[in-house]
């Protein structure tokens, strides 16, 4: 298992609290693991409202037009690193 940075771990938590994910806690969530499909098995929904408490916590806005959405929510290192960027 890969190691998460304090940012992912943070992420991760938001992941889990946001989704109600009560089979999965922060640090199962591994960093470079699919977070929809066959990885973490997220949905649109989950998408959703995933990107809703982003941007509420991080004022970070995560759109359905933005050409790089699915490479943002390919894994936990890549959302987390977009969040870092964005808030920079």
Same mark, same amino acid.
């Given at each position: 298992?890969?190691?998460?940075?304090?940012? /992912?771990?943070?992420? %991760?938590?938001?992941?889990?609290? #946001?989704?109600? $994910?009560?089979?999965?806690? @922060?640090?199962?969530?591994?960093?470079?693991?699919?977070?929809?499909?066959?990885g973490?098995?997220?949905?649109?929904?989950?998408?959703? /409202?995933?990107?809703? %408490?982003?941007?509420?916590?991080? #004022?970070?806005q $995560?759109?359905?037009?933005? @050409?790089?959405?699915?490479?943002?929510?390919?894994?936990?290192?890549?959302?987390?690193?977009?969040?870092?960027?964005?808030?920079?």
């Open positions: 298992m890969q190691e998460q940075s304090e940012h /992912e771990q943070e992420v %991760a938590e938001l992941i889990v609290e #946001s989704l109600n $994910l009560e089979d999965i806690s @922060a640090t199962d969530i591994e960093p470079e693991e699919p977070l929809f499909g066959d973490l098995g997220l949905d649109s929904i989950d998408a959703l /409202e995933l990107a809703l %408490a982003i941007t509420q916590k991080y #004022s970070v $995560l759109t359905a037009d933005d @050409a790089n959405i699915q490479g943002v929510f390919g894994s936990l290192r890549s959302l987390s690193a977009y969040i870092s960027e964005k808030t920079a």
